[in-house]
């Protein structure tokens, strides 16, 4: 059985191996070991504390588990650039006319901002690519379940960047037409920095003034807002829940930055608690859905078999063993996708 859990230490070394095989551009799994052993701390403080904690610093990171092995992994961010501002770029339209010369023309824009600083963020997402079906949806879902349990925690507005196009190589064309001639930077060694540094770098390089986008070549045109291939299941799981790419991009490669109302999410907002009942076996109106419980520390989320019957959540004894729950305890229970596609 697919389980979601929190992350422990001992998931280090499963960790290291997923941040290297997430590649370019995934500074929220960063390739560094330190980093990822400190991530891990930060997010053992976070799901100890029972009481709701109102720093902001909070960081919930997640695995995906089958039979004890760690096939993925995703995290949340409770306030996206809590001790430094969350830069992107707003992606605008200024008009130049001239009433003499009959001319009006609207020119689309970037200017560098903070406006997604404090927001709620998804972040650090992988799954071993046998995984990419059920067990991605569940590991990505997991996070929405654990904030609709534990809402008083979190925001009202959420964000999740979605990686942008690069090469093999790790050149990115919207990296190399803006960044690049105001760091003397590749792409790659920009992404460690992003790691490794303060994140103040990008303000005091970074040009103040707007980007005329018309001036960039057209490949790096044609990045812009761009969704890299391999994050092509994670922008579907998102934009089924309701996110959307308006008017933000990653400063870095151009990616598309999505944002929503938390409480508009679809797991957020039509997932309902339910009494457990452990039978021996379930009638044959059981469904696949996505079922956590309401703990912090101990939390998980499985996709698994069972029946809503007369207000009551019917499961066998091992997906209630797999939650941690026992008769008359609340489980929170939401359809998969599939079904909201179904019913639309």
């Not at 096939?71 to 001790?83: E, L, N, P, R």
């Not at 501002?85 to 901002?113: D, G, M, Q, W």
């Not at 070549?217 to 579907?236: T, W």
């Not at 956590?292 to 029946?307: E, I, K, L, M, Q």
Request: hydrophobic share 40%; net charge negative; aromatic share 10%.
């Amino acid at each position: 059985m697919l389980v979601v859990r929190p992350v422990r230490t001992s998931d280090l070394p499963a960790i290291e191996r997923m941040a290297v095989a997430s590649g370019i551009g995934v500074t929220s799994l960063p390739n560094d070991r330190d980093k990822l052993f400190e991530r891990i701390q930060q997010s053992a403080s976070a799901f100890e504390h029972e009481a709701v904690p109102d720093t902001g610093r909070e960081f919930y990171m997640f695995v995906l588990e089958e039979h004890g092995e760690v096939v993925g992994t995703a995290s949340i961010s409770a306030s996206a650039g809590f001790d430094e501002p969350f830069y992107s770029y707003r992606s605008e339209t200024f008009v130049h006319a001239s009433r003499p010369l009959k001319v009006n023309n609207r020119i689309h824009v970037l200017n560098i901002c903070h406006d997604l600083t404090g927001m709620v963020q998804l972040c650090g997402f992988y799954a071993d690519p046998a995984y990419l079906d059920l067990g991605s949806e569940l590991l990505s879902r997991a996070r929405l379940l654990f904030i609709a349990g534990q809402r008083e925690r979190f925001g009202k507005r959420i964000l999740a960047e979605m990686q942008g196009i690069h090469d093999e190589q790790g050149q990115s064309p919207f990296w190399n037409a803006i960044g690049r001639r105001f760091f003397n930077m590749d792409f790659i060694q920009v992404e460690q920095a992003f790691v490794s540094h303060s994140k103040t770098f990008i303000a005091e390089l970074m040009p103040a003034y707007p980007i005329y986008v018309p001036l960039l070549p057209d490949e790096a045109q044609n990045a812009i807002g761009q969704v890299h291939p391999d994050f092509e299941r994670p922008f579907m799981l998102l934009t089924s829940e309701g996110f959307e790419a308006d008017n933000y991009l990653d400063i870095f490669d151009g990616g598309a930055v999505l944002t929503a109302d938390v409480d508009r999410l679809w797991t957020v907002e039509c997932s309902s608690t339910y009494p457990v009942e452990v039978l021996a076996s379930l009638p044959p109106s059981a469904t696949t859905m996505l079922l956590s419980n309401g703990c912090t520390d101990r939390f998980a989320a499985v996709a698994a078999n069972v029946a809503l019957v007369n207000g009551v959540a019917l499961m066998t004894q091992d997906v209630a063993q797999a939650l941690s729950l026992s008769n008359g305890q609340p489980v929170r229970v939401v359809p998969l996708h599939e079904a909201k596609e179904k019913q639309s």
